[in-house]
């Protein structure tokens, strides 16, 4: 298949991109480097010995992406380009729904000028907002409380009426929180900034860039009070979209997937496995509770594994193995010198 991967040069995308190639898919990536380099793509050429044809532009740039769609002429589109922090969302709304929602809307009017009807887009588990239930099924409400889950949950709609339009495909695919790097260590997480999220700021104290984690609260109604994740290995979620490649080409309509183990760990257990995996003593210290977070979050992933085939396959020590190899050998990321 000829897949266009938008952001493919992302964290997510460039997993995604070795495991499209692994299958021997055919693939463009399209992405304006706002959050990622070039380089990353030499190492998944480096990595796979595949071709990646790359075009750097907007996904909000109706030009560019008709030239991409008559260029490789997609059968399947993959859309990883967007924005993602949540904090940021909050303070910048318009720019968060231009990117991510009218993003959507231009990369799906190009794709109807090409005649393309099949798509696979990031979604987030975030979509659900505070749990009514759980584990979190595909019929659990959503009520997204920040900007950010609602520029997902928006796009979703959007994506369901379009393929409800015009006989296409749409898979949704809702991440839980992916983690985790190449077993090569040659691709994984390279924040920009102060990490938001808790893995790469582990990572970060573990080779000494930072002093220690603030765990945000430890008096929550969990085991050990520390807020529960489902947290899912980066190659295992780069895999649910290979497989979704695979089902798009054989269902119509939209359908949403939770993509998680089932198997939530705590801040305390993340902290403790990374500290096994890297033999360094990583300091905690307990603070108030981040605004906006709940207590935990928990995926029932039943349906992927029965209508995609799929499931994780990782283990929390792979996870804290993986990202401490990632970041003990690129300590600056893609720009340490010498990689
Ligand atoms: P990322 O920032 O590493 O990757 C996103 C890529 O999109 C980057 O390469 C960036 O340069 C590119 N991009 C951003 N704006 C663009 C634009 N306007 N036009 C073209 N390219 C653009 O993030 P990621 O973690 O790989 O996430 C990929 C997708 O998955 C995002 O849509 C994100 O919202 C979603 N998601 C991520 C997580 C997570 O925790 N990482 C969880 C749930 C959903
Ligand atoms: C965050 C986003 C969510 C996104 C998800 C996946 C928020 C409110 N939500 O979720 O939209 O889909 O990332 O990447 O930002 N923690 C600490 N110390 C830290 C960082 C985090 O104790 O320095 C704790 C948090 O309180 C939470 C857990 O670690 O209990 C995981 O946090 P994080 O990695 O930020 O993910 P989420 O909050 O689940």
Redesign the pocket.
Known sequence: MRVLV??G?????SHTLVELLGQAHAVCV???????SPVVLDRVRMLTNGTVTAVE????HDDTLRRVMADFRPEVVIH?????AVGDSMSDPLGYYD?NVN?TLALLRAMDVAGCRRIIF???ATVYGEPVYLPYDEAHPLNPTSVYGRTKMIAEHILTDWAAANGGSAVLLR?F??VGAHASATLGEDPADVPN?LMPYIAQVAVGQRSHVNVFGDDYDTPDGTGLRDYIHVVDLARAHVAAVDYATQRKGARPFNIGTGQPYSVQQMVEAFRKASGHPIPTVIAPRRAGDIAAMQADSTRAHAELGWRATHTLDDMAASTWAWQSGNPAGFRTPGR
């Not at 040069?9 to 995308?13: D, M």
């Not at 399209?30 to 990622?36: H, I, P, T, V």
């Not at 532009?57 to 909000?60: E, F, M, Q, S, W």
């Open positions: 938008t952001g040069a992302g964290y997510i995308g399209m992405d304006s480097y706002a959050n990622s532009g907007d996904v909000r990883f380009a967007g924005l993602k990117v993003g990031s979604s987030s991440y929180n992916p999220n």
